[in-house]
């Protein structure tokens, strides 16, 4: 092994980890994803280092690896929590609203961790399945802005027409994200909704990317924080620009603005 790591073509310091006690336990399970589990760039590169992948990701994926779950019924219960996610939205209530809030935040962030946890327990079988995994989000997306879309709507505090540009607003939003979904699940090879990735406009712009917005789950996270506050047009108003911001690539017509 000492050879081996002097020779001239010996591994990075950064593709080496060396188990000491338990606080070299998150370098090494990140180290092992990358290696064995070959997931996309954006995840191994942009968010191994945020905190969301240290604390929440990386510990979810060891739980769901340890217990050996089948990754498709992972793939089926993040498809139907996502799905389901604006049913408690339409009770109107405070606790509907968290519910639905989170709901659609473990629904996302298992839907990111399928391909990993596929790649890592059916190495043989990687390619053979998840194709719904990419219609999560969308479908999450649209079902909670429709139910809050009607909530707002059929609230009697509102003139007609402010009625009409929220109808307008919440309706465009939730059919661009069923647009993304139904492209992706007819396995089309242009999808014009995609959202543009954030980290690639930042390092167009030459901004500084913060390590704790270094999660895939930007967006859910912040309707989950929102919720908390109890105002449905708060999340809302985020689903809302979530959703005209799949027009982006549409609008450009450029094939590298891949989705965050």
Known sequence: MGEALVAPEAPA????ARLVDADDLPRMEALIVRAIADAPEHVALNHAAGPWRRWLELPLLRW?????????RVELVALLLAALSGV?????TRLGLLLSAGLLLVGVQLAFLVPELRALLRPGAAAAAGWLTPAIRPFGHA??????TYGLV????????ADVVLLVLGGSAALLSLAQARAVLRGQQSTPFEL???ERFAAEIELPFPAWLRTPVRAELLVFVLAWIGAPGLPWGVLVVVGLARLWRWFI???DARVS
């Open 196 to 198: 543009p990735s954030l």
């Open 13 to 16: 310091p950064a593709e080496l």
């Open 64 to 72: 769901l690896c340890a217990r050996a779950r089948p990754p498709g």
């Open 143 to 148: 079902s909670l802005a429709a139910a809050l």
């Open 88 to 92: 408690p939205a339409l009770l109107e």
């Open 253 to 255: 017509g450029h094939p």
């Open 154 to 161: 059929a609230s009697p505090v509102r003139t007609g027409a």
